[in-house]
């Protein structure tokens, strides 16, 4: 009986880890969009109860002006009074994601900004990022054509529950 019980937590065990260490799935952040996946904005009351947490539609995070930590050549820069909900950085600076930064807490929407196309070869070790206890999307834009396995393949360690999005675009 022991026995039994003993391989059935090893089985239950490794399926769990064999669902977390696979990749995200990545979606055109247009189509996820039309998805309707993006609900209205909700408020959920903490068990506290004085303190509650507002949830942003994605397509404000992405597409309107909200108060955005950047991160440029490894320097943080924040220039709002209220606490940034998004933040943005070049690909090359994805280090400075693993000190630890107050800025970060409440971020729900990072965008990473590839310049080449040679960085799609490469992987981002997400579980390395801290402080970001909000995140619930991570969104790749790539100035030129980039595919849904590629970001995929580029992403690891992604958090349970992150959305991972791409747009492609080609300048003029």
């Not at 790749?140 to 992403?155: A, G, M, V």
């Amino acid at each position: 009986m022991v026995w039994k019980t003993t391989l059935s937590i090893m089985l239950l065990l490794s399926s769990f880890m064999a669902l977390h260490a696979q990749n995200s799935k990545a979606y055109e952040i247009n189509e996820y969009l039309a998805l309707g996946s993006n609900k209205q904005a909700t408020v959920q009351v903490k068990s506290n109860k004085s303190a509650a947490t507002a949830t942003t539609p994605l397509q404000v995070l992405a597409y309107d002006l909200v108060p955005t930590v950047f991160i440029e050549n490894g320097e943080i820069k924040s220039f709002d009074e209220q606490s940034p909900i998004k933040a943005e950085l070049e690909f090359n600076s994805f280090n400075v994601l693993s000190n630890a930064n107050p800025l970060f807490k409440n971020v729900e929407l990072l965008v990473i900004k590839l310049n080449e196309e040679n960085q799609l070869i490469s992987s981002l070790d997400f579980s390395t990022i801290n402080s970001f206890n909000s995140l619930k999307y991570v969104y790749f834009i790539c100035p030129f054509n980039c595919s849904r396995s590629q970001i995929e393949n580029l992403s690891k360690g992604l958090p349970l529950g992150t959305v991972l999005l791409y747009s492609s675009s080609i300048p003029e």
